[in-house]
């Protein structure tokens, strides 16, 4: 950490760390969500497309709320939003360690922890710590953020199947709910809002104009839709792949350790595509990512599956999950500043959610009308190879903007 200390200064790391072990314990705690889908289905008679609905539901409430959220912290301060987040989220997962109906489920599970995630997120805690680096050092600084998340998978991965093991899936979510109210003491050291040097990037312009301008902007609109295939990504792998494991004769453990080398790997790619934003296109790598994200589900959908192959495609996988953040919000800021980066990455992690939606439900719908999960894997493939080509061409250039005339 002495590096970064030196290349960040000892305020901007603060908050870095402040924001990342936010996004350890708000990411971390759901990513482990998909152990449960088995237990808690089986405990209470459901199919999978139920608690997968719920999810999915979490999904699509946490990327609506996501823009509102941005907007409030970008106004009124990131510190407040994440403290209500976290006691949002941590009340939800609460409430889930309770449910026995499907509407307690969506209640608990969809909506509370859905609105949750929207303000103890990536989009808030980037915004904040945007701010306070400079722009030649912000595509690392978005990195390291999203590496410190990566960890909470590794850690929290493994808690949770730890308590899982342990106590059963009741008690497993309320400890896990108890954890999360450590979001609470962390937001104050985030509590930065846009300031002037912020506000001097977008003389006389307002929200609506900024949105109007974003939505002219072809290469915004691509990023959009690339999101849009991570979140299908991310979330159907990371929801159903217990399940997916399970069915092949691999145990609970088996499952857990591959969500944790997702995790483990996904530091070390985070970090990687960050600095590598700084020093090269980020569209480009961008496309090269999920070009190999297409490549690496073909081959783990194609070859035998085996402990070492599931170990692999956990790891190369784990590579390429999360360094689309500081790419994606990295290309965002670029083009448009830094002033409104917390409601302009929302509406691009909307579209994330929106694709989580459709991956987490499509995934458990497919699999109750077909009994395997065939289908939706060779989607997963089709939709990185179409992300791949949509980058290519996004203009990363800042909007030149002329001054008022007096």
């Known amino acids: 950490m002495s590096t970064v200390a030196r290349r960040f200064g000892g305020g901007p790391l603060m908050v870095i760390v402040a924001g990342g072990l936010i996004i350890t314990l708000s990411i971390g705690t759901r990513q482990a969500f998909g152990l449960f889908l088995q237990p808690l289905s089986g405990d209470?008679?459901?199919?999978?497309?139920?608690?997968?609905?719920?999810?999915?539901?979490?999904?699509?409430?946490?990327?609506?709320?996501?823009?509102?959220?941005?907007?409030?912290?970008?106004?009124?301060g990131a510190g407040r939003v994440l403290a209500g987040g976290g006691i949002l989220y941590a009340g939800g997962v609460l409430m889930m360690s309770q449910t026995s109906s499907v509407l307690e489920i969506a209640l608990s599970g969809g909506l509370l922890v859905g609105l949750g995630l929207s303000g103890s997120g990536f989009a808030i805690v980037l915004a904040a710590v945007g701010r306070?680096?400079?722009?030649?050092?912000?595509?690392?600084?978005?990195?390291?953020?999203?590496?410190?998340?990566?960890?909470?998978?590794?850690?929290?991965?493994?808690?949770?199947?730890a308590f899982l093991a342990a106590y059963g899936w009741s008690i497993a979510f309320m400890l896990l709910g108890a954890i999360l109210l450590l979001i609470v003491p962390l937001a104050p050291a985030l509590r930065g809002r846009a300031g002037p040097q912020e506000a001097a990037e977008r003389p006389d312009q307002g929200i609506r104009e900024v949105l109007r301008e974003a939505a002219g902007h072809s290469g915004y609109r691509y990023l959009v839709a690339?999101?849009?295939?991570?979140?299908?990504?991310?979330?159907?792998?990371?929801?159903?792949?217990?399940?997916?494991?399970?069915?092949?004769?691999?145990?609970?453990?088996?499952?857990?350790?591959?969500?944790?080398?997702?995790?483990?790997?996904?530091i070390f790619g985070s970090l990687a595509f960050g600095a590598l934003g700084g020093r090269y296109s980020k569209k480009y790598l961008l496309s090269l990512l999920y070009f190999a994200r297409a490549l690496a589900i073909l081959g783990f959908i194609t070859l035998p599956i085996t402990?070492?192959?599931?170990?692999?495609?956990?790891?190369?996988?784990?590579?390429?999950?999360?360094?689309?953040?500081?790419?994606?919000?990295?290309?965002?800021?670029?083009?448009?500043?830094?002033?409104?980066?917390?409601?302009?990455?929302?509406?691009v992690f909307l579209s994330h959610q929106v694709g989580g939606f459709l991956?987490?439900?499509?995934?458990?719908?497919?699999?109750?009308?077909?009994?395997?999960y065939t289908i939706i894997w060779w989607v997963a493939v089709a939709l990185g190879l179409v992300a791949a080509l949509i980058h290519w061409p996004i203009d990363e250039k800042a909007i030149t903007r002329t001054a008022p005339t007096p």
């Open 44 to 76: 209470l008679g459901w199919g999978r497309e139920v608690f997968a609905l719920a999810i999915a539901f979490q999904n699509l409430l946490w990327g609506l709320s996501q823009p509102v959220a941005g907007l409030i912290a970008d106004r009124y």
């Open 132 to 161: 306070v680096v400079s722009p030649e050092r912000r595509s690392l600084a978005f990195g390291v953020v999203s590496a410190l998340g990566s960890f909470g998978q590794f850690i929290m991965v493994p808690v949770g199947q």
């Open 226 to 266: 690339g999101f849009f295939v991570c979140g299908f990504h991310v979330t159907f792998i990371g929801f159903h792949l217990p399940a997916y494991l399970s069915d092949q004769g691999f145990s609970g453990a088996m499952a857990a350790t591959a969500l944790a080398l997702i995790g483990l790997f996904n």
């Open 307 to 347: 402990s070492l192959t599931i170990v692999v495609f956990a790891s190369v996988m784990g590579l390429l999950w999360l360094g689309t953040v500081p790419l994606t919000s990295g290309i965002v800021a670029e083009i448009f500043g830094m002033r409104y980066l917390g409601t302009l990455f929302g509406i």
């Open 359 to 372: 991956g987490v439900w499509l995934g458990g719908l497919l699999f109750d009308r077909t009994g395997d």
